[in-house]
């Protein structure tokens, strides 16, 4: 498997004999844990498709399974009015946007630009890297870990 990195910005292109399918039958915590460790700097090209994901949830039904039952069905909000409106929460939606172009990367309210490179290869090897068939990639706040966003690109 072939892996770079932008600052926060992961692409993992599974090896030519191996499928998306596959890669994501290993995708693990631990497993990706141990990859980001293994990244280190190193020149090459990236060949990589403009693409636009977006996701929507709704997670009214999720919130209320944790118990969060109250705010939908019977909720006390008086503090927050001054008259004697009644209000309960009818909906929450979660949705995420990411977009990469030849302009850098937006996801959601965040906006990256690709400055360097990483690569999980031997030192000084220099990397073709082509993606021209589904991989997955990853938006991760390197400083605490956190993955804020990631995905597959099915159809390159």
């Known amino acids: 498997m072939l892996l770079t990195t932008f600052p926060f910005k992961y692409i993992f292109l599974p090896d030519s004999d191996s499928t998306l399918d596959e ?9 990706l844990t141990t990859w980001f460790k293994e990244f280190s700097r190193n020149d090459g ?7 636009k994901l977006e996701y929507e949830k709704s997670l009214k039904d999720s919130l209320k399974a944790l118990g969060l039952t109250s ?10 009015f001054t008259d004697s ?3 309960s929460i009818s909906e929450v939606k979660h949705k995420t946007f990411v977009e990469v172009n030849e ?9 990256g630009v690709t400055v360097g490179a990483t690569s ?14 589904p991989f997955f990639y990853a938006i991760r706040d390197n400083n605490s870990g956190t993955i804020l966003f990631m995905g597959e690109v099915t159809e390159p």
């Open 23 to 31: 890669f994501n039958s290993n995708l693990t915590e631990e497993n």
């Open 45 to 51: 090209s990236l060949k990589l498709p403009k693409f």
């Open 71 to 80: 705010a939908f069905e019977s909720p006390d909000f008086s503090n927050m």
């Open 85 to 87: 409106t009644t209000a």
């Open 103 to 111: 302009e850098g990367t937006e996801a959601a309210a965040v906006t």
């Open 120 to 133: 999980v290869m031997p030192i000084n090897e220099p990397y073709n890297m082509n993606c021209d068939k």
